[in-house]
Nanobody, 119 residues
Framework: QVHLVESGGGLVQAGGSLRLSCAAS????????MGWYRQAPAEERDLVAT???????NYADSVKGRFTISRDNAKNTVYLQMNSLKPEDTAVYYC?????????????WGQGTQVTVSS
């Protein structure tokens, strides 16, 4: 079992920055891909960014150029640096960790951290 603990959410004005962190513990050997997803009220949970243990990244078009995902494999921690935040980035952000062959929906999830961007 993998336990994910997120931190770093909060309230920020539009144009500001936040950095999210997610530390994994437990059966870390089963983790290949880590990432962030977000869910706004009455919306589905959507991909924000993912990163593999080899450092390969994938971003949603809406965050390309503004968000950067990174990973410290030694600490089993993934980060999301969010710059130039917009009100539409407001959502609960969830950390996800999974083996490469497992769909994200069936992976491990954190408890979520609220990000609110005011206009």
């Amino acid at each position: 079992q993998v336990h994910l603990v997120e931190s770093g959410g909060g309230l920020v004005q539009a144009g500001g920055s936040l950095r999210l962190s997610c530390a994994a513990s437990g059966s870390e050997v089963s983790i290949n891909t880590m990432g962030w997803y977000r869910q706004a009220p009455a919306e589905e949970r959507d991909l924000v960014a993912t990163i593999t243990s080899a450092g390969r990244t994938n971003y949603a078009d809406s965050v390309k150029g503004r968000f950067t995902i990174s990973r410290d494999n030694a600490k089993n921690t993934v980060y999301l640096q969010m710059n130039s935040l917009k009100p539409e980035d407001t959502a609960v952000y969830y950390c996800n960790a999974r083996p490469a062959w497992v769909p994200a929906a069936r992976g491990h999830w954190g408890q979520g951290t609220q990000v609110t961007v005011s206009s």
